[in-house]
């Protein structure tokens, strides 16, 4: 990933998860915990959940797992990652210090891939982010699934309109001053505004390789819930 990137989520690893319940007013919780339970389903193991960061998609994981599930954190920043190591979860939750464009795992290895809130990190343009997913197909087992979920590009008036302002206000400028670091949040909030929507994320996970892809919006017009398979 761009060392740029890394070093402000190296920065801001302290206050991330202060951030981000005061930023979603605490419904990212509720939407990890769907998506750990949309992966659930039929499940087997093991799990890799990359840019884990601090691992609030981890501790959702866990918990939806069955008894003896192993589930893989995957991130590229130190800093977030101890932070992550000091939580407790409810199975075997194991880590690795590793860029998500180059996994340091077989191909075929697991039975679940998840990434939450990370996918604009990836870098938006389609061939980089293309290259990415199909990184992780690499990885999952035949039939396997991806579950993805994030922020959704808003390209009608009105509602755009209302997301700029929360932008605008509450994460470039509430979150940016308690987090002590305005440049990082400036640019979580540039890359909310202009990340793809729903529907053309799924196409540029069916241009990956993907053969059955299909979302869900969990918060009007504002996050999205993919489900890729290989």
Known sequence: MNTEIKKLFNGIAPVYDLTNRLMTFGLDVRWRRTAARTAAASAKGPWLDVCCGTGGMLGELSSAAGPGTVIIGADFSMPMLD?????????????????????????????????????????????????????????????????????????????????????DGVVRGIAGLLSGSRPAYAYLADSIRTFYSAEELKNLLMDAGFSIVEFRKLFPAVVALHTAIK
């Open 83 to 167: 932070i992550a190591l000091r939580k407790p979860f409810h199975g075997p939750v194991r880590f690795v210090l590793s860029d998500v464009r180059s996994l340091p795992f077989q191909d075929g290895c697991f039975d679940r891939v998840t990434l939450a809130f990370a996918t604009r990190n990836l870098h938006s343009e389609p061939e980089s982010l293309i290259s990415a997913f199909r990184e992780f197909q690499r990885v999952l087992k035949p039939g396997g699934k991806f579950v993805n979920l994030e922020t959704t590009g808003i390209r009608s008036r009105l509602p755009g309109i209302l997301v700029r302002i929360y932008l």
